[in-house]
């Protein structure tokens, strides 16, 4: 996933702006897509200084359609047909970010060159991956 972030600002139908942040950029079947969040999302309301609730966070996946004329790009809503492949996709993303292996699995009931394979459907080996 990007290090850097791009913020987005986007127009409701009431004339409305509101931020969008860019937190991943994929490419799926010859088209550039982004994964974006309310750029708010990280501002916890609660009272609690060592805050560590997850909250709900909405996310939009974008097409990004360049226009080279003009050298600008535009994020449209994707065909509806292919949301559910998207989806599928960043959830899987996603989920490779999720890995609680610090240096790679040390686990001993994983061989070197099968620990990717064993950590998809979980060794069992206890070392958090869910891989």
Known sequence: MNEERDFVTFTDDDG???ELDVIDYFDHKGKE???LIDAKADDCDCEDDDCDCEHETDVYIMQVVVNEKDDTEEFVS???????????IV?????EDECDCEDGCD?????????????????????????
């Open 33 to 35: 897509y982004a994964v």
């Open 107 to 131: 686990c001993e009931d994983c061989a070197d060159d099968k620990k990717e394979e064993a950590h998809k459907d979980g060794c069992g080996c206890g070392c958090g991956c869910k891989n």
């Open 91 to 95: 959830e899987q993303r996603f989920a």
């Open 78 to 88: 994707p065909a509806d047909e292919d949301m559910d492949e998207l989806i599928a």
């Open 16 to 18: 409305n702006e509101f």
